[in-house]
């Protein structure tokens, strides 16, 4: 089988080893890694400072990307568009970039088609796992909007790893990936401005507080009981609430960076003063800050958003114990922009395909 290499899963290194392979000098590997990062080009023949012979090369051994865009939303505010793409082998995935009024452009991508952690509230969790995206794929989202911003004289600036998919299950990929959003040569976005978001994977989190860098980092946890979180999130019943503090506690020890928890609000289930009181009392003390995100309904799920009045008296509450927090509209609920759900409506629409606008 001679399938076409995909030139954003091979490091700067693997470039000039592919390169020296062919009989090019190594130097050819780093003009091949500035026109991919630096100058975006989506075809070989705009990699113009390289001899004809390596271009016809390239297009017969190699391809750039692995992405075609299949469908595309905006939201009413024009703040925050969303993608559909598909992979060569069919998977779909889904990538968001949200502009912010104070010049912040963030890209929310994916780590996997699909995810195994079956979290019930979860669009994404309810098509369990079909597989890992190589790191070319998960760079490849970032890259597609931070393209588009330049074009139009704009610059991305954040990533989130919070689109579908679990980043710490597919670790190295996301890792390397995180790694090449960062390099100064290519999209040169600042480690502080790329955050991981996991489900709770305690030696996973342990693992990313060991690695030598500043990446932020966010835990999804939503309940503060372990009946509650297992109800909610079946790996609870793994790493259960006490594992992932301590490992919580760990990260900021060793880093000494404030880490995030994210908590989506469902009426009823996770927004009582309660749980709000035993949430409190877990996070006291640690350098952390709480995401209170109102709960974006999904077909597979039956719980609704919590009313302003309850979330008000959450946030309250979460005060009085000293623990900061914010409450985040979801953006883009207009457009099924909590991850996983343009997936799960174009797939409704069987066999329509909307055509790439972009
Ligand atoms: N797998 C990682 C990152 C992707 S999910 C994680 O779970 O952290 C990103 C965030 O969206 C998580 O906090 C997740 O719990 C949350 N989320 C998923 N479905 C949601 C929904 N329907 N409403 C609100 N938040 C949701
Ligand atoms: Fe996976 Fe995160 Fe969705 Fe849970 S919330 S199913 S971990 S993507």
Not at 122 to 136: D, K, S, V
Not at 193 to 222: C, M, W, Y
Not at 312 to 330: H, I, K, P
Request: hydrophobic fraction near 40%; glycine fraction near 8%.
């Amino acid at each position: 089988m001679s399938a076409m290499t995909n030139l954003y899963d091979l490091s700067l290194e693997a470039l000039r080893e592919l390169v020296q392979s062919w009989g090019f000098p190594a130097y050819r590997g780093k003009q091949i890694h500035e026109w991919l990062y630096k100058h975006k080009v989506i075809a070989f023949e705009q990699m113009t400072s390289l001899p004809v012979a390596l271009r016809e090369k390239l297009a017969a051994e190699a391809k750039i990307g692995n992405m075609e865009q299949v469908a595309e939303q905006h939201s009413s505010d024009g703040q925050t568009v969303k993608r559909l793409f598909r992979l060569p082998d069919n998977q779909l995935i889904e990538s968001v970039l949200m502009e912010y009024d104070d010049g912040r452009r963030t890209a929310c991508i994916s780590t996997q088609a699909g995810c195994a952690m079956g979290c019930v509230f979860c669009a994404t969790g309810q098509m369990g796992f079909a597989r890992h995206l190589t790191t070319g794929e998960i760079v490849e989202q970032a890259l597609h909007f931070a393209r588009q911003l330049e074009r139009e004289g704009d610059r991305l600036s954040n990533v989130v790893l919070m689109g579908m998919g679990e980043p710490l299950h597919n670790y190295d990929h996301t890792l390397e990936a995180m790694h090449a959003l960062n390099d100064p040569t290519g999209l040169n976005i600042g480690q502080r401005h790329i955050t991981v978001s996991t489900v709770g994977l305690v030696p996973q989190i342990r693992r990313f507080a060991d690695e030598d860098n500043e990446f932020k980092l966010a835990i999804s946890l939503h309940a503060a009981s372990d009946e509650e979180r297992s109800a909610l999130l079946p790996i609870n019943k793994r790493f259960p609430i006490r594992e992932v503090i301590d490992a919580a506690r760990y990260y900021v020890e060793k880093t000494g960076r404030r880490m995030t928890f994210e908590w989506a609000l469902i009426r009823g289930e996770n927004d009582t003063v309660e749980q709000a009181q035993k949430l409190g009392k877990l996070l006291q003390g640690l350098l952390c800050h709480v995401n209170l995100i109102p709960l974006n309904p999904t077909g597979g799920y039956d719980g609704s958003p919590s009313d302003p009045a309850r979330v008000q008296a959450f946030q309250e509450t979460l005060d009085s114990y000293g623990v900061a927090n914010t409450v985040r509209v979801r953006r883009g609920i207009d457009i099924q922009a909590g991850c996983g759900q343009l997936k799960t409506e174009v797939l409704k629409r069987k066999g329509t395909h909307e055509t790439a606008t972009a």
